[in-house]
T-cell receptor, first 113, second 115 residues
Framework: DGGITQSPKYLFRKEGQNVTLSCEQN?????MYWYRQDPGQGLRLIYY???????QKGDIAEGYSVSREKKESFPLTVTSAQKNPTAFYLC????????????FGPGTRLTVL | AQSVAQPEDQVNVAEGNPLTVKCTYS??????LFWYVQYPNRGLQFLLK??????LVKGSYGFEAEFNKSQTSFHLKKPSALVSDSALYFC?????????????FGSGTRLLVRP
């Protein structure tokens, strides 16, 4: 069954803790993306990667970090420097071409206690 | 700079009636345009896209969208709405000169179809 998986579905974090969100795809896509979704604001791009061992900051990268050591995996770490991390996080992937749509995972809802 | 506007936060329509969800865009070059749907607590699902060619694009679940270059619009339409169409809809654009494959998303429009 091809697709994108994200884990965990729900995540709770205490203030001051770093947490890592998992994103795995078996679609053989080169490009992967992390978005943050807040109510009424649509999706905002955190980081993206067009190829293994390379990634670029998106529009709201502060307080986040990523790695892309394998084609299939693009984990996102929410650090304690992120001032307002409570949100719904979506991972996506696409073929590395301009015409192709992005495929999205089911999301991780992060709540800071 | 690229941008996408969805001017309506919510659209209400009765089941069986036609629906339209509006989207306008601003890009420096020619756009690639996309529509996605999101059900509660789920990821986004791709509905349709415009790349080039026929201005009327047909997609999943009976949805279609019309690209209008002069009005810089890409409105989503369906001839007969279903209650199950109730969801959050996002329009997105990619500026062709941009080689990063990034999408710019609108803020979303909530569609409510009443029985």
């Amino acid at each position: 069954d091809g697709g994108i998986t994200q884990s965990p579905k729900y995540l709770f974090r205490k203030e001051g803790q770093n947490v890592t969100l998992s994103c795995e795809q078996n679609l053989n896509h080169d490009a992967m993306y992390w978005y943050r979704q807040d109510p009424g604001q649509g999706l905002r791009l955190i980081y993206y990667s067009q190829i293994v061992n390379d990634f670029q900051k998106g529009d709201i990268a502060e307080g986040y970090s990523v790695s892309r050591e394998k084609k299939e995996s693009f984990p996102l770490t929410v650090t304690s420097a992120q001032k307002n991390p409570t949100a719904f996080y979506l991972c996506a992937s696409s073929i590395r071409s301009g015409v192709d749509e992005q495929f999205f995972g089911p999301g991780t809802r992060l709540t800071v206690l | 700079a690229q941008s996408v506007a969805q001017p309506e936060d919510q659209v209400n329509v009765a089941e069986g009636n036609p629906l339209t969800v509006k989207c306008t865009y601003s890009v420096s070059g020619n756009p690639y345009l996309f529509w996605y749907v999101q059900y509660p607590n789920r990821g986004l699902q791709f509905l349709l896209k415009y790349i080039t060619g026929d201005n009327l694009v047909k997609g999943s679940y009976g949805f279609e969208a019309e690209f209008n270059k002069s009005q810089t619009s890409f409105h989503l339409k369906k001839p007969s709405a279903l209650v199950s169409d109730s969801a959050l809809y996002f329009c997105a654009v990619r500026d062709i000169p941009d080689s990063s494959y990034k999408l710019i998303f609108g803020s979303g429009t909530r569609l409510l179809v009443r029985p």
